[in-house]
């Protein structure tokens, strides 16, 4: 099978390394307009570099196409490859537009296309053991699911500006990861929101320190903290709490050396620094998660619904921060 990667940038790159690795699939092309990020990429991967990315959706001998250029692309080349016929995997989020988002997932759905979106989280190790464990029952009935979901560093200014907000742009994957994990759609969204590290995200409308809490139908609760900043590293955390017992995760190290001296016990080396490598093999997963999909419309494991559902989510929690109320989800 053919693959093809639109965007070169930063997970343009993941993406190209992970389907060139593959031992099913071939890494045919890569297209950025940028063409000397796409020559870079293929320099080190293989395939032809090309400027237009419709050029790769209208190949006839490309199966899957990979979408990791900028979000506001998003909707129009899923759309453009899905109508080809073509299985695709787009990255997060499906776009920073509900009502896009929205009447994409009703044609896609229409078209019956093999779309899947690229919440790699899913396939971390530690996550998926959490999911299965409580899928198994060993927790007995859930109750409670806590995330915690912190960067490394600061983002700059140019990115944020374009990011579409915390909530939609990275607190999208704890929404995702909470519908996961809860089994339930929310209900309800209640969340709070601070400038404690950048007092210029006001003329932004943004933020880079909030909380979300949510209730499903049944009464499960979950609760999110994220902060775009913490010193201590990239901080990846979740708590699934239930009748039974309890499950957790740990943050990634590089090594499991501990030290103790005159100064400190128990200490250990810093954590993997950003999602890049904290997220290396989930990244690894999720292709191999979109090669078995190929041809297989049925066992789309993330689908655009589930995208739409994470952007829903995301906004409710703005709304909520901008009226100081817990706001109702909609679907
Ligand atoms: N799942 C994750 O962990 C994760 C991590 C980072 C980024 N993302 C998402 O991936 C997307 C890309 O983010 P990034 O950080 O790689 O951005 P980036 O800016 O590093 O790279 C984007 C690339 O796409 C190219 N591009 C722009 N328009 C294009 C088009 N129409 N066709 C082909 N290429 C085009 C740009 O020239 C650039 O090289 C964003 O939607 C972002 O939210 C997801």
């Given amino acids: 099978m053919k693959i093809a990667v639109l965007g070169a940038g930063r997970i343009g790159n993941v993406h190209a390394s992970n389907v060139a690795a593959h031992s099913k699939v071939e890494l045919v092309a890569i297209a950025d307009p940028f063409i000397e990020n796409a020559i870079k990429l293929t320099e080190i991967y293989g ?21 990791a250029t900028p979000t506001d692309t998003h909707v129009d080349l899923m759309l453009s490859a899905a109508r080809k016929g073509k299985a695709v995997l787009c990255e997060k989020p499906v776009d920073l537009n509900l009502e896009r988002a929205k009447i994409a997932c009703e044609e896609l759905k229409n078209l019956d296309a093999t779309v899947m979106i690229a919440f790699n989280r899913r396939f971390d190790p530690s996550a998926s053991e959490i999911h299965q464990a409580i899928a ?32 939609r742009d990275m607190t999208i994957h704890d929404f995702d990861m909470a519908r996961w994990l809860l089994g339930e759609e929310p209900i309800e969204v209640y969340a709070s929101a601070s400038r404690m590290l950048e ?12 909380m979300v809490q949510m209730t499903t139908r049944s009464g499960k609760q979950c609760h999110i903290n994220c902060s775009r900043q913490a010193v201590y590293g990239h901080d990846q955390r979740i708590e699934a709490y239930g009748s039974a017992g309890m499950l957790m995760n740990d943050n990634l190290r590089p090594s499991t050396v501990r030290r103790y001296n005159q100064n400190a016990t128990d200490s250990r080396s810093p954590l993997v620094h950003f999602f890049l490598e904290r997220y290396a093999d989930a990244y690894r997963k999720e292709m ?39 706001v109702k989800v909609e679907v």
């Fill in 47 to 67: 395939g032809k570099a090309v400027k237009d990315p419709m050029e790769l959706i209208e190949d006839d001998s490309i199966d899957g196409i990979v979408i």
């Fill in 199 to 210: 007092p210029a995200l006001e003329a932004l409308n943004d933020y880079d320190t909030v």
């Fill in 136 to 167: 198994n029952g060993e927790i007995g009935e859930l109750h409670q699911i806590m995330i915690s979901s912190r960067d490394p560093g600061f983002a700059s200014m140019d990115y944020l500006r374009h990011s579409g907000g915390i909530f």
């Fill in 288 to 326: 191999d998660a979109f090669v078995n999909m190929i041809g297989q419309p049925k066992a789309v494991p993330i689908t655009p619904f589930d995208g739409y559902m994470a952007l829903k989510l995301a906004e409710c929690a703005q709304r909520s921060v901008e009226s100081g109320k817990p």
